[in-house]
Structures are given as C-alpha cells and as structure tokens.
C-alpha cells in the first residue's frame, strides 16, 4: 500500500470518530455533577460558592476536586453571591454646624413642643439595606 492511502486511510477513521455521538465517561459524569450542582446552589438560596459547594458534594459522595467544580460552576454562569459586613462610622465627632437645641431637657408642657427622630438601618436579604426613620412627639410618646 501506498504511504499516501494509510495517511488517507486514518483520517477518515478520525473523522468517522468524531461523528460518533456516543458521550465519554467524563462527559456523563460532568452532566450529573452539573445537575447536581445547580440543585445544590438553588438550595441554597443561590449563595454558596465553589468550596461550600465542593464540600457538599463530598458529603454526597462525589469525589470532584475544588478545581473542577469551579470549572463547571463557571461554564453554568453561577457564581456565589457575597454580602459585606455593615461597619458603622464612628459615632464620636460630633457633627458640625448643628447644636444641641434641647440640652437634654425632655420635658414638656404640651402637644407639639419637643418632636425627636431616629433613623435605623434594616439589612435584608432581597433589597439590600432599608432604612426606618422614626418621629416621636415627647410630650405624647406618640
């Protein structure tokens, strides 16, 4: 035979492989992990990241490396969702240009003569930080 024919030959034996649609081992396991990482993820409140996610496989009995499941996590577009800690400002300085109109005196004679107000910060999960700003009369508590 003809060295030419062989090279010929073996091309298209590459090329009839990769008509095949048979699916590899490694690609039937990476659709299971693939389900069962979004499931994890979904969950779990869409918040876990790789390492929590890794290590609950491992507990299901998958044995992934970390790296691989950021592989996947990335080819699926999830991504963990991250939350900073609230670090309030120092409260210490007083503010400039205001005074301290009632200087601690609380009482009153009547409706309407003191009103105090306080704003509180609420952090939820869904929108972000709320805010509740409050108004008191101190003379009706109300």
Not at 64 to 89: D, E, F, I, N
Not at 98 to 123: A, C, M, P, Q
């Amino acid at each position: 035979m003809c060295p030419l024919w062989e090279r010929a030959e073996d091309t298209i034996k590459n090329i009839n492989k990769s008509f095949d649609k048979t699916k590899s081992a490694r690609e039937l396991e990476n659709e299971e992990l693939n389900s069962a990482i979004k499931r994890i993820y979904k969950e779990n409140k869409c918040i876990y990241g790789a390492p929590r996610i890794h290590y609950i496989l491992g507990i299901e009995g998958f044995n992934v490396s970390l790296k691989r499941v950021q592989r996947l996590m990335t080819k699926l577009g999830l991504c963990a969702v991250t939350v900073k800690k609230y670090k309030p400002h120092s409260s210490k300085k007083v503010a400039e240009g205001l005074e301290n109109v009632l200087k601690r005196d609380f009482t009153t004679t009547s409706i309407n003569e003191k009103w105090v107000g306080d704003i509180t910060y609420i952090h939820t999960s869904r929108d972000g930080w709320c805010y509740l700003a409050s108004v008191l009369d101190l003379h009706s508590k109300k």
